[in-house]
């Protein structure tokens, strides 16, 4: 398994409606609404880094509202 984290930035309040959006997508097993540099933060745990990618590019960013992502994947 393969783990990482999105970092999403939302567009003015929709950092709420975003989350539960990002929290029905396949591979995402965690999400949080959070303070800081962005709003929210998914955990991944897919089978491989084209897993990631596919969650990450294709559906998180895919979702309207969605100003930017960061993705890290766990070397661990």
Do not use: F, N
């Not at 975003?18 to 995402?28: K, M, Q, S, T």
């Amino acid at each position: 398994m393969v783990r990482a984290y999105v970092m999403v930035k939302a567009h003015t309040s929709e950092a709420d409606r975003l989350l539960r959006e990002v929290e029905a997508i396949d591979g995402v097993v965690d999400a949080a609404v959070v303070a800081g540099d962005v709003d929210l933060i998914a955990t991944l745990s897919v089978d491989s880094p084209a897993d990631v990618k596919a969650v990450s590019a294709d559906s998180v960013q895919g979702i309207d509202g969605v100003e930017d992502t960061r993705t890290y994947v766990a070397m661990e």
